[in-house]
């Protein structure tokens, strides 16, 4: 069993920037494939960035060059830097472990006014 615990997030103009950070409270961190996704209302909850265990990252085409993932598996934990912020970026953004099962955070909303 994994808890996932987001902090970060708010309010921002367009242009500005956020960071989020997940902790994982569980074993087997290094293991678990961890990302964050996003979910706009009225939108399906989509990819934002991935990271595996041993560093890997994919992102999603519309956040690449602006949000950076990284993760330091000593203290379980998987952040997001989010940079030059867009107003459809608006969303609420997941925490998700990965592995022989789904783990998500609670959630936490980004709104950023243009």
């Known amino acids: 069993q994994v808890q996932l615990v987001e902090s970060g997030g708010g309010l921002v103009q367009a242009g500005g920037s956020l960071r989020f950070s997940c902790v994982a409270f569980?074993?087997?961190?290094?293991?678990?494939?961890m990302g964050w996704y996003r979910q706009a209302p009225g939108k399906q909850r989509e990819l934002v960035a991935t990271?595996?265990?041993?560093?890997?990252?994919n992102y999603a085409d519309s956040v690449k060059g602006r949000f950076t993932i990284t993760r330091d598996n000593a203290k379980n934990t998987v952040t997001l830097q989010m940079n030059s912020l867009k107003p459809e970026d608006t969303a609420v953004y997941y925490c998700?472990?990965?592995?022989?099962?789904?783990?998500w955070g609670q959630g936490t909303q980004v709104t950023v006014s243009s």
């Open positions: 998700n472990a990965r592995g022989l099962e789904n783990y």
């Open positions: 569980g074993s087997a961190f290094r293991f678990f494939l």
């Open positions: 990271i595996t265990g041993g560093g890997s990252i």
